[in-house]
């Protein structure tokens, strides 16, 4: 299967190399949460919510007294894919995700700011079709920016494949089942400081950097978006307020 045509250049769904799905966000979507967002990357469709910052309520889960406590479950829905099968809960997949967001938003949050105390991060799959990671990550951040969580800087993700000799952006479904190479980057935007770094497969030097490169490329984009839906966000809350 040729996933970028080699007349047009063009990929399976119809994007550029380097072009990225079509973002949509809504904050504000989970009525009983502290905070909550809803992010879609093309028919990805992830979810966020947040509770806190409130009261440790497991004593014995707090390893320092002088910081909030950050915890986090991911979990897709059974509906979310062409597979039907039921995923227990806390299979290996879903705590290693939940551990890897958990400490990408760690890497923002202002957790000296908030001693004694906890926040929880429940980040549910709705619709999967690749990027998955990325997606949870992003609406996890609108959802603890619409908390009002103190953030040192915006965490935004973004993956980038290697397929047919040619750096992608974005991973579809498709082109993530194809086997190629895959590195899904996180960075706090206007620090330029990369807090998520994974990849699945051997890469050169050089071909490496330019796929990274292409990731964070994303990002920033991504994070750009991110800034303008969390300000339209507000300028409806000062409207409704009067």
């Known amino acids: 299967m040729e996933y970028v045509n080699p007349l047009t250049g063009f990929r399976v769904d119809g994007r550029r190399p380097n072009e990225m799905r079509q973002l949509k966000a809504e904050v ?3 009525a009983r949460a502290d905070g909550s967002a809803l992010f879609e990357m093309g028919n990805t469709r992830v979810i966020a919510a947040v ?3 409130r009261e440790i309520q497991n004593k014995g889960q707090q390893v320092n007294n002088k910081e909030a406590l950050v915890r986090c479950e991911y979990r897709m829905a059974e509906f979310s894919t062409g597979d039907r099968r039921r995923k227990p809960k806390g299979d290996r997949r879903s705590t290693e995700i939940s551990l890897v967001i958990r400490q990408t938003m760690e890497a923002s949050i202002l957790k000296d700011l908030m001693p004694c105390s906890q926040i929880d991060i429940f980040v549910q799959v709705l619709q999967a079709d690749g990027g998955t990671r990325s997606a949870c990550i992003n609406a996890a951040t ?3 920016a619409d908390a009002g969580i103190p953030m040192r800087d915006i965490v935004t993700s973004c993956s980038a494949g290697y397929l047919c000799s040619t750096p992608l952006l974005d991973l579809n479904y498709v082109e993530d089942s194809a086997g190629g190479p895959d590195v899904t ?3 706090l935007a206007k620090m330029d400081k990369v807090t998520l770094l994974q990849m699945d497969a051997k890469l ?4 490496f950097e330019s796929v990274m490169g292409l990731a964070i490329e994303g990002c920033k984009a991504i994070a750009t978006y ?3 839906v969390l300000l339209e966000n507000t300028k409806r809350l000062e409207c409704q307020r009067g």
């Open 28 to 30: 504000g979507v989970v």
């Open 51 to 53: 509770y806190g910052p």
């Open 226 to 228: 991110i800034r303008e």
């Open 142 to 144: 609108l959802a603890l």
């Open 185 to 187: 980057v996180g960075i």
């Open 204 to 207: 050169p030097m050089d071909t």
